[in-house]
């Protein structure tokens, strides 16, 4: 049977996270439901990459099978039934054999803070009025870069097979009226990039040495670290596929 990937963004203020649940208002359950009332049957979405409960993504995937036929025309058609929270980007067949979650070789997330106050900003960063020693905290990032178990930033009862990932690059910036967080890696556990802020902005404000954070890191103890950056500050930027399949989903 066909196999499709669906591209998609959304503003995840008013979502329940990524993933279908009960008695919840999901991103996943949205796009199905649309997809159920244009194509008038159920189709089942495997998603690519999980997000929490009002984070955001610039780029996310789910992938599908289905026999029907014109599925790569159907973007806009979608779009007109999906709440304004959601885009569908596009939908593109990919090779029968493909799983979006795991055909992807690495993952890219932002976070987004600022200090001056702006209405524009305050649903997409963190309100944070204090200054941060952006140096220091580029190098707590550097201490994340390479293959490390990440079990200090991860939220408990995430049920996966492994904490390690392998982080490529980390890096603060500043981005106009923003402090900007880019990391990208090949994997992330649950709350892992909120942990890696909220750590690092102690590093920024002189709370913590880094030598604290690389025992954080080396304690394999989710106590240790800060979960207590917002979701809202957070964005899903990219996911990333090998060439021979990027080729499938440039158009």
């Not at 992938?63 to 779009?79: G, M, R």
């Not at 524009?120 to 707590?140: C, G, I, K, R, V």
């Not at 079990?151 to 910036?173: E, G, L, Y």
Request: some cysteine.
């Amino acid at each position: 049977m066909p196999t499709y990937f669906l591209r998609v963004r959304y503003n995840g203020k008013n979502f329940a996270g990524f993933q279908i649940q009960d008695n919840a208002i999901t991103v996943q359950g949205e796009v199905e439901k649309a997809m159920e009332i244009f194509f008038k049957q159920p189709i089942q979405l495997t998603g690519s990459s999980r997000t929490d409960a009002g984070v955001h993504a610039k780029c996310n995937y789910f992938h599908f099978k289905t026999d029907l036929e014109h599925v790569e025309e159907s973007a806009y058609n979608l779009n007109a039934i999906l709440s304004g929270g959601i885009a569908v980007e596009g939908i593109f067949k990919v090779p029968d054999d493909v799983h979006s979650r795991f055909a992807a070789m690495e993952r890219s997330y932002s976070y987004h803070i600022y200090h001056r106050k702006n209405p524009f900003l305050e649903d997409f960063s963190w309100y944070y009025p204090y200054p941060l020693d952006l140096e220091m905290m580029n190098a707590a990032a550097d201490l994340f870069i390479g293959k490390h178990d990440f079990t200090s930033f991860s939220k408990k009862h995430t049920q996966v097979f492994t904490n390690d990932c392998t982080i490529v690059h980390a890096v603060w910036r500043q981005e106009g009226e923003e402090v900007v967080f880019r990391v990208t890696g090949n994997r992330f556990l649950r709350g892992m990039v909120r942990a890696l802020v909220g750590t690092m902005i102690k590093v920024g404000r002189g709370k913590l040495e880094i030598s604290d954070v690389k025992q954080i890191l080396e304690a394999r103890d989710n106590t240790m670290a800060d979960f207590s950056a917002p979701a809202h500050g957070l964005f899903l930027e990219d996911v990333l596929y090998p060439t021979a399949l990027q080729h499938y989903l440039a158009h």
